[in-house]
């Protein structure tokens, strides 16, 4: 490496971290004072402040470099440049027959580095932490309950509607389910005032346990319902080991994906995502096979935002760097803008096949950004 190349990396590394750190810090102190009274709750029903402050933050400083990463990226790029620039050491570089490439190419070398490290964050940092990031402050240790994000269970084709979720417990307060027309003997819905999760064991398999059943009635007297061989619905007609008032459904669909059902599946690794689409127990929707496909082309839309974003700083010769820094936000924001509005009409089936709308953005970017840094050759 020569010197000018560790001139502008080292520079480049400064900057990024200086922006890293101060957004990290502003987050934690923000969020700590809204939150300060459910961490002094939890620190007085656990070992103290500093470990509920480590494990709680730790995780969301991942997420802030996954989630800002290309944009920091970016400032730090156009920082350096802008600080060469004001200080005439670009003017001198370029007089000594330098292109503008050539001092830029160290800069997209740390960004090849910077969307490396993004993609071990993202596929193998970050889904450690999903539970912990699907909580927040007042959700922490699962005692506070959730509202029932709706899921249906592929195989038996059963729907869980409605409750208050307690992950703490494995339980559910007042739940819904929804029953498909092979459990016509029992009915369409079945309403009870709490459910319990059980793992599968030699009466029954994986399900919910619900007591004081409410609707129907008659469950008591209504026989088991199987499906292929396998028991379905179990009521105490049959099955000795439950009591009054009292029915089993099964049900393979984790607790937690009931209480935070998005929000896990959003900090997943990709395998997972995957393989919950390939999951024949649970439901997926067009926006999932999106996202899926949204996290595969991810590293390149990173790289197309500095593709895009150099060029137009490097070319106005700008020596103010809050001028630069709003050009920076505005193509990061306009670049955001359009992978929403593609994801959505993906979404919505609107662009077909689904997956070609994660990929739209990345044929339209990819060679803009290209075409814009081969300026920087003139």
Same mark, same amino acid.
Not at 218 to 236: F, H, M, N
Not at 299 to 327: C, E, M, Q, Y
């Given at each position: 490496?020569?010197?000018?190349?560790?001139?502008?990396?080292?520079? $480049?590394?400064?900057?990024?971290?200086?922006?890293?750190?101060?957004?990290?810090? #502003?987050?934690?102190?923000?969020?700590?004072?809204?939150?300060?009274?459910?961490?002094?709750?939890?620190?007085?029903?656990?070992?103290?402040?500093?470990?509920?402050?480590?494990?709680?933050?730790?995780? &969301?400083?991942?997420?802030?470099?996954?989630?800002?990463?290309?944009?920091?990226?970016?400032?730090?790029?156009?920082?350096? +440049?802008?600080?060469?620039?004001?200080?005439?050491?670009?003017?001198?570089?370029?007089?000594? *027959?330098?292109?503008?490439?050539? %001092?830029?190419?160290? %800069?997209? !070398?740390?960004?090849?580095?910077?969307?490396? #490290?993004?993609?071990?964050?993202?596929?193998?940092?970050?889904?450690?932490?999903?539970?912990?990031?699907?909580?927040?402050?007042?959700?922490?240790? *699962?005692?506070?309950?959730?509202?029932?994000?709706?899921?249906?269970?592929?195989?038996?084709?059963? !729907? %869980?509607?409605?409750?208050?979720?307690? @992950?703490?417990?494995?339980?559910?307060?007042?739940?819904?389910?929804?029953?498909?027309?092979?459990?016509?003997?029992?009915?369409?819905?079945? $309403?009870?005032?709490?459910?319990?999760?059980?793992?599968?064991?030699?009466?029954?398999?994986? *399900?919910?346990? #619900?007591?004081?059943?409410?609707?129907?009635?008659?469950?008591?007297?209504?026989?088991?319902?199987?499906?292929? *061989?396998?028991?379905?619905?179990?009521?105490?007609?049959?099955?000795? !080991?439950?009591?009054?008032?009292?029915?089993?459904?099964?049900?393979?669909? @984790?607790?937690?994906?009931?209480? $935070?059902?998005?929000?896990?599946?959003?900090?997943?690794?990709? /395998?997972?995502?995957?393989?919950?689409? &390939?999951?024949?127990?649970?439901?997926?929707?067009?926006?999932?096979?999106?996202?899926?496909?949204?996290?595969?082309?991810?590293?390149?839309?990173? $790289?197309?935002?500095?593709? %895009?974003?150099?060029?137009?700083?490097?070319?106005? &010769?700008?020596?103010?760097?809050?001028?630069?820094?709003?050009?920076?936000?505005?193509?990061?924001?306009?670049?955001?803008?359009?992978?929403?509005?593609?994801?959505?009409?993906?979404?919505?089936?609107?662009?077909?096949?689904?997956?070609?709308? /994660?990929?739209?953005?990345?044929?339209?970017?990819? @060679?803009?950004?290209?075409?814009?840094? /081969?300026? +920087?050759?003139?």
């Amino acid at each position: 490496m020569k010197v000018m190349d560790r001139y502008v990396v080292a520079m $480049f590394l400064k900057i990024f971290a200086i922006c890293l750190i101060c957004l990290t810090g #502003l987050f934690v102190v923000v969020d700590a004072f809204s939150n300060l009274e459910e961490f002094v709750e939890l620190a007085q029903k656990s070992s103290g402040m500093i470990p509920i402050l480590y494990t709680y933050y730790v995780p &969301r400083a991942l997420e802030i470099f996954d989630r800002t990463n290309a944009f920091m990226a970016l400032s730090a790029a156009i920082g350096t +440049l802008v600080w060469m620039q004001r200080f005439n050491e670009l003017a001198a570089v370029e007089a000594g *027959g330098i292109p503008k490439s050539r %001092i830029v190419r160290p %800069i997209l !070398w740390c960004m090849l580095v910077l969307v490396s #490290l993004s993609m071990v964050n993202r596929e193998f940092l970050i889904p450690r932490f999903r539970e912990s990031l699907a909580r927040n402050a007042q959700s922490w240790d *699962g005692t506070e309950s959730q509202s029932v994000s709706p899921q249906q269970d592929q195989v038996t084709d059963v !729907w %869980i509607l409605g409750g208050k979720v307690t @992950p703490a417990e494995k339980k559910i307060e007042k739940p819904e389910f929804r029953l498909p027309p092979t459990c016509a003997s029992i009915g369409s819905n079945v $309403f009870a005032e709490s459910a319990s999760r059980l793992e599968a064991n030699d009466q029954h398999p994986a *399900g919910f346990l #619900l007591r004081q059943v409410n609707q129907p009635t008659d469950t008591d007297r209504k026989a088991s319902v199987y499906l292929d *061989g396998e028991p379905l619905i179990q009521t105490p007609s049959d099955q000795s !080991w439950l009591g009054q008032r009292e029915v089993f459904i099964a049900c393979e669909i @984790p607790l937690n994906d009931i209480a $935070f059902g998005p929000k896990l599946r959003r900090y997943s690794s990709l /395998a997972q995502q995957v393989a919950e689409l &390939r999951n024949s127990s649970v439901s997926s929707s067009n926006r999932q096979k999106v996202e899926v496909h949204a996290r595969i082309v991810r590293p390149a839309l990173d $790289f197309a935002i500095l593709l %895009i974003g150099l060029p137009l700083v490097v070319s106005r &010769r700008d020596r103010n760097f809050f001028l630069a820094l709003g050009i920076c936000l505005i193509v990061v924001t306009s670049i955001q803008v359009l992978i929403i509005i593609t994801h959505a009409l993906g979404a919505s089936r609107i662009i077909v096949p689904t997956a070609l709308a /994660a990929w739209l953005p990345v044929i339209a970017l990819l @060679p803009v950004g290209t075409a814009m840094h /081969a300026r +920087l050759e003139n």
